[in-house]
């Protein structure tokens, strides 16, 4: 039999085309209907912001390669130009189904709940009244109409602002050509208002309707012809030359407020648009076709997150959660005697992350503590742990490494950052060409005994308190001396580039993660040609990496029993008969956003279990400082294993599989017809107060999920895509 190459591009999905199946799961979220009604209408506002930032991003990178003449070719096989005509036709494809979501399934559910949308037309008196009020003193003033002609150029579109387009004609004299108009909206109006209705209804009416409306008013002297509302996307890439810079801070700073004024790379514009509109537009902004979107409703589904926070009606809403309460002890003595008793481990949302905001806060403010080494990647605007750390500076020796290219998110840190050195703090801003993404916090004390000890907190999620209350994530904290110790000397190599040949017991990127998670792999692939327990659960965002890939595959062929949950892009392909049969690859997209990364390994009847901050993606491994750490602690990995990887496993209602295809399928039915929710599940084991922790961080025994639930066939791939796999009963064991 010839061996078979791995590299053949038919063993990989396309990752962009696999970014947009992962936003198509976000959208079944919305036009589910077991979901609470305003959750369906975030969701499908969730998935337009998604849309934009890959547009942003990812099509950007697209023109601008194929302007280069870029002869990369990807890994399953297609140039850049068939890339990007692959991509546009699914995005037109999937807008479609968006606005088919929006006209046919959630406006008529909304409408039987009397939350309606209304054009200016359809409203009674009173609500005209209250829209023209408001345009009238609030609108009216803020806009600026342009005529364009010789002497008033088009003018500058920001990146994704609301702009409505006209056709005019002069009422006296003059050319009888059509003039085209233009009218930006400020983005401190609100894109829907909500105006009265009668008895507990509750309606609304998009603010371009209402400029439209009263649009006569804006061109005096002019004949409307035809109106639109558009918008437009820019490229919002940045670009630096990070050795030639003085200054990394202000050369992103820059770069960010160039970011509005990009090229642009997308038109949306309403599908009944008259056709001059539509040409003058994309002759404009020079866009081809393929990247024009008529849309059949609101040029920014988006907007559609105010409907859902302005919508007084909690029963339409997810049930409020708190997390469970964790104070690891009573004061600085009693929380860090308490770690050095034992690590301890925390599941975010369904934990609080208050504990680690009190972890930081009783650091800054302990006289005994000496000094506090700290990672931000991205946290909130009014962050309680950079407040901390602005605290404790002029107290002790305070050292944060602020990511500034952190997506999207440069603007805030860039605030941090100049704030942070204000206030005394040593800021750093990682090392040159590679992204800060590890999730460290590294405190040393001067404890009562008279020892200087090192402390730390290791995350898989950022220092962010307000998304942690719906991003699922762990945080492990530790006085292990050969971690502490590890973490340590990565903090050298973020300000010093003082680099090591390892980090033992820390997988560290871009040094070893990458060929020791291959080797890890490779160690379960000789486990299993000699008959030992071998098996691979893997949970992360994406998989991208074609080594890493080709390193599964190979262990799939020596018999290596494989389970993938993969939130995002996956471009292994599963349920190939000779290369994957023994590789299962599941996402899942529900309440919370799942952003956790767990590695396990059989080991031969030894497990390891990794927790980090890293995908298997190119990024992640060769791009970006990241940190995976061990859970040494038995207990710990018992119960990520039973506990979490068990229930992601076990999930039949918010889980989809992956086909050979590149599609994604929901499980079939549990034979009771009653379906299982790992979020539900952690949520619901939160509240009954039966997890690992006890109120005040000491441990007690967590429990088996396992005994609790017997999966199925229901969570089993279809036949297709498992041709010579096991049976789920075995499959599914999690140790």
Partial sequence: MARVSLDDPRYYLNRHVQWLEFNRRVLEEARDPGNPLLERVKFLAITAN????????????????IEQGSQRISPDGLTTEQELAKVTEAMHIFVRDQYKCWNEELLPALAKQSIRVLSVSDLDSKAA?????????????????????????????????????????????????????????????????????????????????????????????????????FRITRNSNLYLEEEETRSLLDAVDSQVAQRRKGWAVRLEIEAGAHPDIVDRLAGTFELDPPLVFRVNGPVNLQRLF???????????????????????????DSLFNTLRRQDVLLHHPYESYDAVVNFLETAAHDPRVLSIKQTLYRTSSDSPIAQALLEAA??????????????????SNIRWARSLEDAGVQVFHGLVGLKTHAKLALVVRHDPDGKIRRYVHLGTGNYNPSTARFYSDFSLFTRDDAIT?????????????????????????????????????????????????????????????????????????????????????????????????????????????????????????????????????????????????????PQLRERICNEVLAAYLSDNRKARLLEPDGCYVRPRSVRNGHGFSAQEYLMNLAQSGDLSLNNNGTRKRSSNLMQIYTPSEATSPPEAATADAPSQESSNSVV
């Fill in 394 to 411: 002029g107290k002790k020796e305070v050292t944060v490494v602020v990511e500034l290219k952190a997506s999207f998110d440069e603007a």
């Fill in 306 to 332: 105010h409907l859902y926070e302005e919508t007084p009606r909690p029963d339409l809403k997810y049930a409020p959660f708190s997390p469970k309460p964790i104070r690891i002890g009573r004061d600085a």
């Fill in 485 to 633: 110790s590890a973490v340590h000397d990565v903090f050298n190599f973020l300000t010093a580039y003082a680099e090591q040949p390892h980090y033992k017991p820390l997988l560290v990127a871009p040094t070893d993660l990458a060929k020791t998670c291959i080797a890890l792999i490779d160690r379960e692939t000789r486990h299993a040609r000699r008959g030992r327990p071998a098996r691979i659960i893997a949970k992360f965002n994406g998989l991208l990496d074609p080594p890493v890939i080709q390193s599964l595959y190979r262990a799939s062929q020596a018999g290596v029993e494989i389970d993938l949950i993969v939130r995002g892009q996956c471009t292994l392909v599963p349920g190939l008969r000779g290369i994957s049969s023994r590789i299962r690859v599941r996402s899942i997209v529900g309440r919370f956003l799942e952003h956790s990364r767990i590695f396990y390994f059989e080991n031969g009847g030894k497990p390891d279990v990794y927790l980090g901050s890293a995908d298997w993606m190119p990024r992640n491994l060769y791009a970006r400082v990241e940190v995976l750490f061990p859970l040494k602690d």
């Fill in 50 to 65: 998604n849309l934009d930032e890959f547009v942003e991003v990812r099509v950007s990178s697209f023109l601008q390669e």
């Fill in 129 to 229: 009244q209250t829209a023209k009020t408001f345009y009238e003193r609030r609108v009216y003033p803020m806009l600026t109409p342009v005529t364009v002609d010789p002497s008033h150029p088009f003018p500058h579109v920001l990146n994704k602002a609301l702009c409505i387009s006209f056709l005019l004609r002069r009422k006296r004299g003059g050319d009888s050509k059509p003039l085209f108009g233009v009218v930006t909206v400020p983005r401190a109006l609100p894109r829907l208002l909500r105006v009265p209705a009668a008895g507990d209804a509750v309606h609304y009416v998009f603010l371009h309707d209402i400029i439209s409306t009263y649009a006569p008013k804006l061109y005096r002297g002019y004949e409307i012809l035809a109106s639109a509302p």
